[in-house]
């Protein structure tokens, strides 16, 4: 198991993988930012349309994916979008009745434009203004947990793997990824914080003493040490078993040797929402696929997804109805 979903066992008794919808939005970042900070920074985004950089908390902008996932999901988006789907049958059936099959090529997306940002920070500051007491309470049962889980490691009742600094050069996709390394035990009894992104080189109440070190990333312990930790309740109270993400299957390189090619799609959904916020216009289908072509080509290893591919991510992160093909 990875951090997160060990921290959320300990805590919360429920192995969830993403913080920040099971528990409060800016979960993942607890050890970076307190609620109230996160508060100040959505209200900046709500005001502006803009995602401030704040020296003192950089990983806010870790958050910069949700708000925009949110941003997709608003009224006003939606509505957009509905009066795209609308407006590209209607242009359809005209280009069919016209003899024209080639109208799909020249239907247009609905940007994720400032005013849909500044609606989804919106929403996101009035849910955490709500519960900010229990968001505050959840950030300190995640930090006790990390506590707990780092204890626990320096004691030897649950041994910790992982890379050393910020791990393998994920863009070279015909690289072995190394077998992860058990970490010493004694590294655990220093004041370090385990987080979702690694072992910080910080404790609890350091402050601001410059950047964190990254020193082990990767990190995974055996479910079966961490249960000895927190046994599963007898009275079925679970809410939420850990299971491996689910992952799409990809062929094995031709030569049937090395790893199979990897793709960061978490990287290409923040530029496809990049490209989208600064365009002025409403970007065609063909010219944002082909934008994004070209930024796969560039970005993503010797072995770039496919055509296909590119475009069904696009369509799973811009909806799929927006199109009317």
């Known amino acids: 198991m990875p951090v997160d979903p060990i921290l959320a066992w300990l805590a919360f008794g429920s192995a969830e993988t993403d913080l920040d919808t099971a528990y409060y939005f800016g979960a993942s970042i607890w050890h970076a930012a307190n609620p109230d900070h996160i508060v100040e920074w959505l209200a ?22 949700g708000v925009m996932s949110r941003a997709a999901r608003t009224a006003s988006y939606q509505t957009a979008l509905a009066e795209a789907k609308k ?26 434009k400032t005013v849909y940002v500044r609606e989804a920070a919106s929403e996101l500051l009035e849910e955490l203004e709500t519960d900010l007491p229990e968001a505050t309470s959840k950030q300190s049962a995640l930090w006790n947990a990390s506590e707990t889980l780092r204890r626990a490691i320096a004691k030897g009742d649950i041994k ?27 590294l655990f009894a220093a004041p370090i914080t385990i987080t979702g992104r690694g072992l910080l080189s ?36 679970v809410k939420v078993e850990y299971s491996l993400p689910r992952q799409e299957k990809q062929k094995p390189p031709l ?11 978490k990287q290409f959904h923040q530029e496809l929402i990049r490209y989208l916020v600064v365009e002025e216009a409403a970007p065609s289908r ?17 072995t770039p997804p496919s055509d296909k591919s590119i475009e069904r991510e696009i369509d799973k992160l811009v909806i799929e109805a927006v199109y009317a093909e």
């Open 87 to 112: 407006k590209n049958a209607e242009e359809k059936a005209k280009a069919e009745a016209a003899g024209d099959p080639k109208i799909a090529a020249r239907i247009s997306l609905p940007g994720v």
């Open 255 to 265: 030569n049937g040797l090395g790893r199979p090619p990897r793709e960061d799609w």
């Open 160 to 186: 910790a793997f992982g890379w050393r600094g910020h791990g393998p050069d994920f863009s070279d996709q015909h690289k072995p990824l190394p077998l992860r390394e058990r970490i010493p035990d004694d």
């Open 202 to 237: 910080f404790a609890l109440g350091d402050g601001g003493f410059g950047t964190p070190e990254v020193l082990w990333s990767g990190v995974l312990c055996d479910s079966f040490d961490v249960l000895k930790i927190k046994p599963i309740p007898d009275d079925d109270s």
């Open 44 to 65: 900046e985004i709500k005001e502006t349309g803009e995602f401030a950089y704040d020296p003192a908390y950089p990983e806010l902008l870790e958050l910069e994916g």
């Open 286 to 302: 063909t010219k944002t696929r082909r934008y994004m072509k070209e930024w796969a080509d560039a970005n993503m290893g010797e």
